[in-house]
């Protein structure tokens, strides 16, 4: 299974988060699927980030049984009217580990992490609409499902970070994106008639040459404004000594983290474009020339990678 961009690692631990890692991606490519690897994978990373890290202490097929079976445990693994499902018991023959020794390291890996049944920054993606817990919210000292609630309510709680998505804008999801559909001046744009050509971004001299010519010209600010959809999830690449948007390392928004992109802020003259941005329950700002979109398929990649790059060679 391919290494994701959020599999950021100490260097010293990465020997020890591939060794686990092997270890939960074989058991989730047989019993389960790719979002329970990928969640076991953005556990791993973050028990190896912790200083110490309890991982360079004990058998690798101890922590991957812990590991999988605490991800298990938050997304009603167990519940044989879920899907997939498999027993506990399973898990434990499958490691080689006992009962004892599994349910003992699941629950030191899930008080480490603060981790319970239906835990936000623990669900599957697939699970996010029907968990509860990511929805219920206190407004006016009131506890409300925040799904019901007026879209003000709801869009204010999204721009504070408190929930994912505004969820009266879900029912759009389905319709073609406004930003693919339409036919843009500029050429190399994505649109639904065209592929991207990313060969710009290889060895395509003349398409680069083209491309560099275009972006010159560019009104960044406006040209982003039209085509990015909100939000979208972005790690932080760059973080210069000198930058005032730079966080203390390790701190939220550092080098290697993910977070989530909520608008576009300000332009500074020094800097570029400044996004606002949320990692976990704190908001911040960070340039755009700092970032990259996580995911290829995301229709914002190729957008924010052209503005990438023609910053850093302006």
Not at 7 to 27: C, G
Not at 184 to 211: T, V
Not at 240 to 248: D, E, G, H, I, W
Request: glycine fraction near 4%; include cysteine; proline fraction near 5%.
């Amino acid at each position: 299974m391919a290494k994701s961009t959020g599999d950021k690692v100490p260097k010293q631990m990465q020997s020890k988060f591939a060794e686990i890692t092997a270890l939960t991606d074989a058991f989730c490519s047989q019993y389960l699927n790719t979002e329970y690897a990928d969640m076991s994978r953005k556990l791993t990373a973050a028990l190896c980030r912790k200083r110490p890290s309890p991982v360079v202490r004990g058998k690798a097929k101890t922590w991957a049984c812990g590991i999988v079976h605490a991800i298990g445990l938050v997304n009603f693994l167990y519940d044989s009217s879920q899907a997939p499902h498999i027993k506990a018991t399973e898990v434990y023959k499958h490691f080689g580990v006992g009962q004892s020794t599994g349910q003992g390291k699941s629950k030191q890996i899930r008080d480490m992490m603060k981790m319970s049944q239906m835990s936000p920054d623990w669900c599957l993606p697939s699970r996010i609409d029907d968990n509860p817990l990511i929805w219920m919210v206190s407004v006016n000292g009131l506890i409300i499902d925040i799904r019901h609630a007026r879209r003000e309510i709801q869009e204010e709680a999204f721009y504070q970070g408190i929930i994912p998505y505004i969820p009266d804008d879900q029912e759009l999801e389905s319709e073609p994106s406004q930003q693919l559909e339409a036919n843009e001046d500029d050429s190399g744009d994505l649109n639904d008639s065209q592929p991207y050509d990313s060969s710009w971004d290889e060895d395509n001299e003349e398409l680069w040459d083209q491309k560099y010519a275009e972006w010159s010209q560019r009104d960044w600010w406006s040209w982003l404004l039209e085509r990015l959809t909100f939000p979208f999830q972005v790690e932080r690449q760059e973080d210069l000594k000198s930058n005032p948007f730079a966080p203390k390392q390790d701190q939220p928004f550092s080098v290697g983290h993910k977070m989530k992109v909520i608008s576009i802020e300000d332009e500074d003259d020094s800097y570029g474009i400044i996004i606002k941005v949320r990692e976990g329950r704190k908001t911040g700002y960070v340039p755009l020339a700092d970032v990259e979109v996580v995911a290829e398929e995301d229709p914002n990649f190729w957008l924010v990678r052209e503005y990438v790059v023609w910053f850093a060679n302006r």
